[in-house]
């Protein structure tokens, strides 16, 4: 075993929203991408190296007794794809222990994700936006990382839950949600489908980081209209 360091912000124990079952849930640090949403600015700069995978390994295992036949661990950050020779490395363990893993993630790393696929059992792959001048303004980035990884998953039969967050303003609309719909239609092995309504929960933080918070004067998603959304994606 290669005994690799990884930048991690924070291990959350016991999630029930971060997959099936209970899990416990590592968030990585570094990302490539600067969503106008996104809740964990904190996470977007690769921090020094602070967790060996050995020592990872033995957090987790200390919760395996939770985990009961659906839980599992989850790899998201930041995006852990950032730090695949770590995972690879820590899924060599988990596996041996019969730990269902899962990876939630925008699909933009560093190109290297073959071999740590092989050990995922779920992709959460988080939609920005599924045109292409959309997901520019909403990441800062094109889309062919995305593709790629994307490409990579439905070639492997992964199987996939899409999670979409929605923005009062950007995306909170029929038509949006129609053409996210025909979108989702091309990919297979889909499990879930979440649409996630947007908050400002994370203004803070931007505030004590010294980061201008773009969405500041948006007010948070109507949940009962992000539900209504979903109906409409999800009925036949």
Request: net charge neutral; aromatic share 10%; hydrophobic share 35%.
């Amino acid at each position: 075993m290669k005994n690799y360091s990884a930048s991690i912000d924070s291990i959350e124990s016991f999630s029930t929203k971060d997959g099936p079952g209970v899990r416990t849930v590592i968030f990585f640090n570094g990302c490539k991408l600067r969503c106008l949403f996104c809740h964990n600015p904190e996470t977007w700069t690769r921090k020094e190296d602070n967790t060996k995978v050995k020592e990872l390994y033995e957090k987790i295992i200390k919760f395996k007794p939770y985990f009961g036949d659906k839980g599992g661990v989850t790899f998201s950050g930041g995006e852990p794809l950032l730090h695949s020779e770590f995972i690879i490395e820590l899924s060599k363990l988990l596996k041996k222990d019969n730990i269902n893993i899962a990876l939630d993630t925008a699909g933009v790393g560093n190109s290297n994700y073959l071999e740590l696929l092989e050990y995922i059992d779920l992709v959460i792959l988080d939609i920005k936006d599924y045109r292409e001048d959309g997901y520019k303004k909403m990441t800062g980035l094109d889309m062919e990382k995305f593709k790629e990884f994307l490409n990579l998953i439905q070639k492997l039969n992964k199987k996939i839950w899409i999670r979409q967050v929605i923005v009062p303003g950007i995306n909170d609309n029929k038509e949006y949600i129609l053409g996210l719909k025909q979108y989702i239609k091309n990919i297979k092995n889909i499990e879930n489908i979440e649409l996630l309504p947007y908050h400002t929960m994370a203004i803070d933080k931007y505030k004590k980081l010294n980061i201008d918070y773009i969405l500041k004067d948006t007010k948070d998603m109507d949940i009962n209209k992000c539900l209504e959304l979903e109906k409409i994606l999800k009925e036949d």
